[in-house]
């Protein structure tokens, strides 16, 4: 009967070991010292030459680097528009005819 019981008791550890999580991975350094992300600051007077232009993806690109910006965004005529303040985002107006009306940060 003793034997029985060390036998079930190693069994039991035996199971509850198999169980248990491993130990996780070291993570390399570089890893854990990522870089942080960049932070733009939106200049709308460097969009500017934007104004009258008909809205293309190049103008989009060439518009928010010179502001300085992060993303850029093209608003509608009537188009739902959410109200969070980016100050890294540039935003350009555009008319019904597909034209920027105004360049502004937000």
Avoid: I
């Avoid at 739902?80 to 502004?104: I, K, P, Q, S, Y």
């Amino acid at each position: 009967m003793k034997t029985q019981s060390l036998l079930s008791a190693v069994a039991g550890a035996v199971l509850l070991s198999a169980c248990a999580a491993p130990a996780p991975a070291p993570t390399p350094a570089s890893a854990s010292a990522a870089p942080p992300e960049p932070v733009f600051q939106c200049n709308a007077d460097g969009a500017r030459f934007a104004v009258g232009q008909p809205l293309s993806p190049q103008l989009e690109a060439a518009a928010r680097v010179r502001a300085g910006a992060g993303t850029v965004r093209a608003l509608k005529p009537g188009e739902a528009v959410t109200m969070e303040l980016n100050g890294g985002r540039l935003n350009l107006d555009v008319d019904a005819r597909g034209r920027v009306t105004d360049v502004r940060c937000g």
